[in-house]
């Protein structure tokens, strides 16, 4: 019975050309399915967050990581100082920085 359906399959001479490509196949598919779906679009935030934080300058209205609203006051290299109420001014890293509001 096993050799019956051995036999029907096509034997080795099915598998052989056909099986050694055909694994390598999916795996390039899978990594181009998973460059395009995550990958790609992750240093796509990144750069786009990269050049946000270069651009921050003295009066723009900002939203930090934590929810934090305000407007920035004074840019150094690695902090700003943001008013969040009337005379009230925290200094925070530029990294934080996730947004900044247009008014």
């Known amino acids: 019975m096993v050799s019956e359906a051995f036999a029907m399959a096509g034997g080795t001479a099915a ?8 694994g390598i196949i999916m795996l390039v598919a899978m990594f181009a399915i998973f460059y395009f779906l995550l990958i ?18 003295v009066g723009d209205n900002i939203v930090t990581a934590g929810g934090l609203h305000g407007k920035i006051t004074a840019v150094e290299e690695t902090t700003v100082t943001v008013e969040v109420a009337t005379g009230v001014k925290i200094k925070m890293n530029r990294a934080s920085v996730t947004e900044v509001k247009q008014l």
């Open 15 to 22: 598998q052989g050309s056909g099986g050694q490509y055909q």
């Open 40 to 57: 790609r679009p992750q240093q796509k935030r990144a750069k786009q967050q990269k050049e946000l934080i270069g651009g921050l300058k």
